[in-house]
């Protein structure tokens, strides 16, 4: 009896098969997993870049509209995380004497280019910039 208890306790484990059966299934999920955090970190990376493109692009559209240097300029800002290009460009609109003023901004991320936009509805003829504009997204 007491030998019969004994081999009960010695046997207690895991077999062979379910050890390679486990790592099997590691081997799989780990790789998946990691791919899924890299996907995750590069988008929001991404999304932290937009905002500052963003942000750069109301920053120039605003300074031309307050300064009425209304034209095509271009430039680049060097923020902590990148190098921004943009432009800031005008054309006539199809409507009254207005003109479309859009600023694009580029940038560069893991190798891929991204370019962003910001456009505003200006009108030149009017003595208060403020009443007359409006920020379209």
């Known amino acids: 009896m007491k030998r019969s208890v004994q081999l009960k306790r010695d046997c207690r484990g895991f077999t ?38 963003t942000r750069i692009a109301q920053r120039v559209l605003n300074e031309a509209v307050v300064t009425r240097q209304i034209g095509s300029t271009s430039g680049q800002t060097i923020e902590t995380d990148g190098i921004y290009q943009w432009r800031l ?18 940038f560069n991320l893991q190798g891929s280019s991204y370019d962003l936009s910001v456009s505003t509805l200006y009108d030149p003829a009017s003595s208060t910039n403020q009443s007359s504009t409006s920020v379209l997204f």
Do not use: C, F, Y
């Open 89 to 106: 460009q005008s054309e006539p609109w199809t409507v009254d004497a207005l003109e479309l003023v859009t600023v694009h901004v580029a």
């Open 16 to 53: 062979l098969a379910e050890v390679l059966a486990s790592l099997t299934l590691m081997a799989v999920v780990v790789p998946v997993a990691m791919e899924g955090v890299s996907i995750a970190s590069r988008a929001g990376t991404l999304g932290n870049r937009k905002a500052v493109a």
